[in-house]
């Protein structure tokens, strides 16, 4: 079974950093496309970052230079570096591939 756990959600205040993990199961993380996602409150699911099985990273426009996608493929797990943190950015992120999603963490900035 595919399974992606995330955590590493929290509150913090504007300007601070928080970083998130996804433990992803059933797949071997570096021969995939896989990707981070949020959806705030009245609002759709919007893209934040993917990574693809060559390592090629992808951002939308307003995380570009503030947020950083990883993984590691030893421990098949996905990472979202979020620093320079906004209002903005409060959301429930999920981490997806391949239509499979996980969870969610709730990402709350003041």
């Known amino acids: 079974d595919v399974q992606l756990v995330e955590s590493g959600g929290g509150s913090v205040q504007a300007g601070g950093s928080l970083r998130l993990s996804c433990v992803v199961s059933?797949?071997?993380?570096?021969?995939?496309?896989i990707g981070w996602f949020r959806q705030s409150l009245g609002k759709g699911p919007e893209g934040v970052a993917t990574?693809?099985?060559?390592?090629?990273?992808t951002y939308a426009d307003s995380v570009k230079g503030r947020f950083t996608i990883s993984s590691d493929n030893a421990k098949n797990t996905l990472y979202l570096q979020m620093d320079s943190l906004k209002p903005e950015d409060t959301a429930m992120y999920y981490c997806?591939?391949?239509?499979?999603w996980g969870p969610g963490t709730q990402v709350t900035v003041s």
């Open positions: 997806a591939a391949s239509g499979f």
């Open positions: 059933g797949y071997t993380l570096g021969n995939i496309c």
């Open positions: 990574i693809d099985s060559a390592g090629t990273t």
